[in-house]
Each structure stands twice: as C-alpha cells, then as structure tokens.
C-alpha cells in the first residue's frame, strides 16, 4: 500500500483559491493513478479528479470542469489540486487516493471502488 497525506485545506472565500497537495510514500509513485475525491457533511464521497500514471490524462468531475486542475509531479511524489473560483458548495473533506495502474499509462479511474490507498482529508470550508 502507498501511504498518502493531504495538506492545503482551509477557510476561503467564495470565488477564492486553495491550493492541495498529497505527498505518497511506500511505493513507485509512478504505478499508482491518483484521484481527488470529497465528502461533504451528510453526503456520500464524491469523485473530483482523476490523473493517469504519467499525466498524460485527465479526468473531472462535471461540476469542477473548468475550475480544478490536477497535476502530479512523479519525481517528487505528489499529486495536486489546484481549485479556482470556489463556491460554497465546494465545502467538504478531500480525500486524495491512489490506485493501482494497469499497463496503460493514459488510464484514469473515476469510481471509489478502483482506488486501494487513501489519505485522511483535508478540510476545505468556501464562506458564503
């Protein structure tokens, strides 16, 4: 198992910017796609963005498109979410999550049942 931690949650106002990251140990970073999901108070985890093992590949939820972007850095470990033009609904925990890649460097995973690892969260609170 890769061990994942977040950090880079917060308080922000609406229309504000936050910048996370989730540095991964324990494993080849590389074998691993990486995933962005949140759960916010009384409702069920969500998935928010994917990566694919080199990159090379993207994948967003609809409701973040435009907004967030993720982006990794294979050589430091890392994977981030940089999240623009927040709204209030954006409110939650984000989890970050690795799961294990398949041959295909372009692959990305958008559902929580293909992600093995999981960090503990970071709260991220957009002011009305």
């Known amino acids: 198992q890769v061990q994942l931690v977040e950090s880079g949650g917060g308080l922000v106002q609406t229309g504000g910017s936050l910048r996370l990251s989730c540095a991964a140990s324990?494993?080849?970073?590389?074998?691993?796609?990486m995933g962005w999901f949140r759960q916010a108070p009384g409702k069920e985890r969500e998935f928010v963005a994917a990566i694919s093992r080199s990159g090379g590949s993207k994948s967003y939820a609809d409701f973040v498109k435009g907004r967030f972007t993720i982006s990794r850095d294979n050589a430091k470990n890392t994977v981030v979410l940089q999240m623009s033009s927040l709204k209030h609904e954006d409110t939650a925990v984000y989890f970050c999550?690795?799961?294990?890649?398949?041959?295909?460097?372009?692959?990305?995973?958008?559902?929580?049942?293909?992600?093995?690892?999981w960090g503990k969260g970071t709260q991220v609170a957009v002011a009305s």
């Open positions: 999550a690795a799961g294990q890649g398949q041959a295909s460097l372009m692959m990305v995973y958008n559902t929580i049942a293909q992600y093995g690892s």
């Open positions: 324990g494993r080849t970073f590389s074998d691993y796609i």
